[in-house]
């Protein structure tokens, strides 16, 4: 799935896709800011079909796990001749299973200070685990339940990098980001009509007395992180937020 306009060297990022559904990929990267990335040359996105690195007539993939069992495991081969075809010197290979290292805002930021990244997107029961060993670089999860191929993961962090990538947003989006790179949920947002079939925005957002606004949202974040993820401030007295995580040594 190479894109339909020119990519030159001044990509900022590159990012190829191993996976056996490249038809599941049009759609979400196709709209909004991956989109917008994209056409303006920060994101060399490129998806290809894992059987192209296929030899035999049938294409295969994958075959029946030594020592028996139910499913079937995805053979090393395509995988290491695809990965060699497409990785340079400075190239993360990133595996996408549910044992995965926990994805998060911070390995977002980390990964979106690679040059090149390339996803393997495993299906059936899994990979054999030599490609584990010997070609990932990492291996990331988006949470803790069972898809049936990793193309899913692979664009929600996508998604997430190509956010992060310097120009990907307007000044008023990237903005809107800091609060939650402070480790804290979002206050509460209001739009006009000042009044919606009898529910009310809170006075001080009206008053427009900026240091009483930036009071009260603060609050309500703390408030709201508290009662839904206080998980999360447990976390900001661990490990103090910031942009500044370095990614692991390849
Ligand atoms: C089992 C990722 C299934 C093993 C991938 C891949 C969920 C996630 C799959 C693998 C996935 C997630 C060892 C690559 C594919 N399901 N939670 N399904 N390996 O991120």
Redesign the pocket.
Known sequence: MTPPFPTGPKCSMKIDVLTLFPEMFAGPLDVSIVARARKAGLLDLRVHNLRDWTHDRHKTVDDRPFGGGAGMVMKPEPLFEAVEALAGERTHIV??????RPFSQAVARELAQREHVVFIC??Y???DERVREALADDE????D??????GL?AMVIIDAVTRLLPGALGDDQSAADESFSHGLLEYPHYTRPAEFRGMKVPDVLLGGHHAEIEKWRASQAKQRTAERRPDLLNEQLEQPRGGDDQPPQN
């Not at 990331?140 to 949470?143: A, M, Q, V």
């Not at 339940?145 to 990793?150: I, S």
């Open positions: 595996l996408l299973g549910p044992a995965g495993g299906s029961e899994g990979v990331l999860s988006i949470g339940y069972v898809l049936t191929n990793g993961p």
